[in-house]
């Protein structure tokens, strides 16, 4: 039963987190949505990757009207998983092909989540 009682608190203080937390990254304008994209890279491909070559993604991007916000690559560098802000999935997968940039999902993130 204590530990019921302790697992239901715990339920109720994530319920108040998840509730507390905004819905979308860019709650002035609502037409902007969230996603993260997954993808895949032979060795080595991101070494190259520089000041140059992330201002050419971000005009390539903003040609598609979407705004890359943060990338996570795993220790070898052949999987990264992006986070980007944009009207839809399209437009995302537009600027994925100006940029060169291989796709293996896209997933729609609005909800945000917090320890706190």
Wanted: charge should be positive; include cysteine.
């Amino acid at each position: 039963m204590k530990k019921l009682l302790i697992a239901l608190a715990a339920l109720s203080v994530a319920t108040v987190s998840i509730a507390a937390a905004p819905t979308n990254p860019a709650t002035s304008n609502p037409g902007v949505h969230r996603y993260v994209i997954e993808r895949t890279f032979p060795i080595g491909a991101l070494a190259g990757l520089d000041a140059a070559g992330k201002a050419r993604v971000n005009a390539n991007n903003a040609k598609a009207g979407v705004r890359w916000i943060q990338s996570y690559a795993n220790a070898d560098q052949t999987r990264t998983y992006c986070v980007y802000e944009g009207p839809s999935e399209a437009a995302i997968r537009e600027a994925s092909k100006l940029n060169n940039l291989p796709i293996d999902s896209v997933t729609e993130v609005p909800v945000t989540l917090t320890p706190g």
